[in-house]
Nanobody, 125 residues
């Protein structure tokens, strides 16, 4: 069984930065890809960013391109989300997720097998 634990959320003013981490544990952890999603109150969960575990290809939602950066440390089984130039509309609960199946569409939350509990990000304007 894989467990994902997010950390790094918090309260920040608009224009500030935060770095989220997602640590994975479990036997033979080797996903196809890892993703970050977010969900604001009253809204659906939405894709933020994803990275393939082996090749390191990255994908971003248009709303965060140029501001957020996803990376992974395979040795530590950890994925990061560096968030810069934060806006009030980035306020949400942020979740990391792991997808096992090869070549799935990492933009789709339904393709992920494991999810963390989430970490809250609040950006004040």
């Amino acid at each position: 069984q894989v467990q994902l634990v997010e950390s790094g959320g918090g309260f920040v003013q608009a224009g500030g930065s935060l770095r989220l981490s997602c640590a994975a544990s479990g036997r033979s952890f080797s996903p196809y890809g890892m993703g970050w999603f977010r969900q604001a109150p009253g809204k659906e969960r939405e894709f933020v960013a994803a990275v393939t575990w082996s090749g390191g290809s990255s994908y971003y939602a248009d709303s965060v391109k140029g501001r957020f950066s996803i990376s992974r440390d395979n040795a530590k089984n950890t994925v990061y989300l560096q968030m810069n130039s934060l806006k009030s509309e980035d306020t949400a609960m942020y979740y990391c997720a792991a997808a096992n199946s090869l070549y799935v569409n990492l933009y789709e939350p339904g393709r992920y097998n494991y999810w963390g509990q989430g970490t809250q990000v609040t950006v004040s304007s």
